[in-house]
């Protein structure tokens, strides 16, 4: 659902991958889009093409409000457009990472709602993107269901055909609590820990954004120490490499401890880089429960909520 994308790239996706739905928010986009997925002078039958609409971040912890979607002033001849050469026509937009409310999408879902009246056209997808959040220290979202609620109600409302579908594409509520790091103190200088993994690597979100994540030391016998809070410095010679945090451990973490760092499924190991040779890891698959879950036992029993 990326709308910049390369001409070629978009004709391997269409015929070499069945790749129909496209995302797009120029009319220069369109156009490659089109010339891209023509054969021999005809053009595709087939695509699902959904307009991007540019909505505000302000609800979420990182923005994805500047790089893509049109000006909703733009959208309706956008929309006009894209209703000549597709067979399925969307409209698609990105609250930002992480919203905190789900204000967020009714928000979204009202200039999507002018766009749709403006354009006059019959729009067969509605596409409420990413954004869902997950859970980390002082990060607690509201529950998932009330996301639900507002989306359905404000769908209801567009003034669409009783078939179009509504689409969602959540990346870190579906992932987060999945996967851990553990890391090995090599270093403590005060309330510093010197660790074997940093901003080239799984721990790119804490340092670049100042995100922090739930942490926990692996001892055999339980720290009775009190807990106190640390920064960490990552393994490459950069004074970048750092997390500020606060991550709090007990008072005695040492050098030789390993610290559990969690909900690193979203964002974690997949920006990690091999910088320095560092980023070399083990992976094991284990099925202890999440350090934060937004799915838990009870949860699972109320209707509405998504099983995974
Ligand atoms: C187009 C698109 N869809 C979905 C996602 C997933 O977003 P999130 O992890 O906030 O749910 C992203 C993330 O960057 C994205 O760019």
Redesign the pocket.
């Known amino acids: ?3 910049v994308k390369a001409e070629e790239v978009i004709a391997e996706a269409y015929f070499d991958h069945g790749v129909k739905t496209f ?1 797009l928010d120029t009319i220069e986009e369109l156009d490659k889009i089109v010339r891209a997925t023509s054969k021999a002078g005809v053009a595709a039958s087939d695509l699902n093409l959904l307009v ?1 609409i540019r909505v505000s971040s302000d609800h ?1 912890k ?1 923005s ?1 409000a500047s790089k ?1 979607g049109a000006d909703p002033r733009d959208v309706s001849i956008l929309l006009f457009a894209a209703r000549q050469a597709a067979d399925a026509l969307g409209i ?1 937009f ?6 905190m409310t789900p204000a967020a999408f009714a928000e979204a879902m009202t200039l999507v709602r002018d766009a749709i009246v403006e354009a006059a056209v019959t729009v067969d997808i509605v596409d409420v ?5 997950s859970s980390y220290p002082g990060m607690e979202p509201p529950p998932m269901e009330t996301y639900f609620s507002v989306i359905h109600a404000t769908f209801e409302a567009l003034p669409i055909s009783y078939s179009a579908e509504l689409w969602c ?6 992932c ?1 609590e999945y996967a851990s790091v553990l890391v090995r103190v090599e270093k403590r200088r005060g309330d510093e820990l010197y660790i074997n993994d940093g901003a080239y690597g799984a721990l790119f979100d804490a340092a670049h954004i100042g995100w922090r994540y739930p942490v926990r030391l692996i001892r055999q016998t339980e720290s009775r120490t009190r807990p106190m809070e640390f920064s960490f410095y990552g393994p490459t010679c950069d004074d970048i490499d750092r997390m500020a945090g606060p991550f709090e451990l007990p008072g005695d973490v040492g050098v030789g401890d390993y610290i559990e760092v969690g909900m690193l499924g ?2 974690g190991c997949a920006m990690r880089t091999q910088f320095n040779g560092f980023g070399v890891v083990d992976s094991a698959v284990v099925d202890d429960e999440p350090m934060a879950t937004l799915y838990s036992a009870e949860e699972h029993e109320r209707s509405n909520v998504v099983k995974l």
């Open positions: 659902m990326h709308p995302s991007r979420a990182l994805l893509f698609c990105h609250v930002g990472s992480q919203a993107g990413g954004g869902f959040p594409e959540p990346g870190r509520a579906l987060a979203a964002y």
